[in-house]
């Protein structure tokens, strides 16, 4: 689920450090990933070139000034131990994720949402990576296209861009079910960019076991979900094939709204009822751009709407509360998927 902010006129290319690589875009969707080796000086496997989103982008050497300016992608870069190479983040709906608190209080945070491209280009970026095409785009921080003309490489995760129609407006539509490989492919790519690949191929086999994990033994073929990230009254409710989809595949279950492939519909709450789901995830976030943004604020509506209050899953608090970012295609998604397992554990529908 994204958020919205006007970006600000960009800055003059005087910003920017000499040698600053220019990148020209191309054609294609594949986020195949292909490097040319270095030579003199240069650090090895340098300069990279990888296929992202449907352009080419090519790093000169492993950035030392970076700004993340979505949450999962930060996360991304704090798991994998570069908070030193980070010069600023922006656009957060939630704490970082647990175990990532130490390495992120030494990092700027430029805005909880988008921040104007002026205040990214003053922090002199060599290298700038989002979660969502939306963030590097007109209405977002500013588009890709301003920021490469000015020598600074772009990174968007494949997450948003494979699969995926972002053309629509909102926070677009699948054309193809969302796997975690591609949440595996950005922690690999983004390992490579910055000349730690072992430290991607080992977060990627953490995040593998503990899929496996949180997957062992359970049914929940029995159980029909609805997730809800925001907005009380005209909510943004989960689509069949975004991140909830693969915690709900993963798990055996049903998605009440697996009938549509929109990112993130706003749908009524009177099809909610219709539909009566038996448990309910419920995105817990500490932003407050929309109505009922906290899991408590969300409860509460529940338990006090006339057409809510009757469903069985409010009837009988079968809550499971998820970060913001759990419920993005993020790392953190693996997150959800031990959450959304336990409840169902709890709730006597795991099979």
């Known amino acids: 689920m994204l958020s919205k902010a006007t970006p600000a006129p960009i800055r ?11 990148l020209t875009a191309c054609g294609g969707g594949t986020t195949n990933s292909s490097a040319d080796g270095g030579g003199g000086d240069k650090a090895d ?10 352009r080419t982008v090519t790093v000169k050497a492993p950035p030392q000034r970076a700004v993340s300016v979505d949450q999962g992608s930060t996360e991304i870069l704090l798991s994998l131990g570069l908070a030193d190479r ?85 926070d677009g539509a699948r054309t193809a079910p969302l ?20 430290r991607g191929d080992a977060l990627v086999k953490k995040l593998q076991a503990r899929v496996t994990k949180a997957t062992d033994g359970i049914d929940g073929s029995k159980a029909s979900l609805l997730y ?26 049903k998605n009440v709204f697996d009938d549509t492939h929109d990112e993130w519909p706003q749908i009524s709450w009177e099809t909610v009822a ?12 500490s932003r407050t751009m929309q109505t009922a943004e906290s899991a408590e604020k969300k409860i509460e509506f529940l338990e006090s709407n ?9 009837k009988n608090r079968r809550y499971v509360l998820l970060s913001g970012q759990a419920m993005n295609p993020t790392i953190r998604t693996v997150e959800g998927l031990e959450r959304v397992a336990a409840g169902l554990r709890d709730f006597g529908l795991a099979g």
């Open 179 to 198: 796997t975690m490989d591609s949440v595996y492919t950005e922690v690999r790519e983004l390992s490579r960019v910055f000349g730690v690949p072992e």
């Open 274 to 285: 219709d539909r009566n789901p038996d448990v309910l995830v419920i995105g817990d976030l």
């Open 306 to 314: 006339p057409v809510t209050r009757t469903m069985d899953a409010v």
């Open 228 to 253: 809800w990230f925001s907005d009380s009254k005209a909510p943004y409710l989960a689509g069949c094939c975004g991140a909830p989809g693969v915690i709900t595949r993963e798990l055996g279950a």
């Open 12 to 22: 003059t290319a005087a910003l920017f450090a000499a040698g600053a690589v220019l």
């Open 45 to 54: 496997g340098f300069p990279l070139t990888l296929k992202n989103c449907g």
């Open 86 to 170: 980070l010069a600023a983040t922006a656009t957060w709906s939630d704490p970082v994720m647990k175990g990532l608190e130490k390495a992120n209080q030494g990092v700027e945070r430029l805005s909880e949402n988008r921040p104007s491209s002026e205040k990214v280009l003053d922090k002199e970026p060599d290298f700038l990576s989002a979660s969502f095409a939306s963030t590097l785009a007109k209405g977002g921080v500013a588009p890709r296209e301003q920021f490469e003309k000015l020598g600074v490489p772009t990174y968007i995760s494949p997450a948003d861009c494979v699969g995926k129609d972002n053309s629509g407006g909102g």
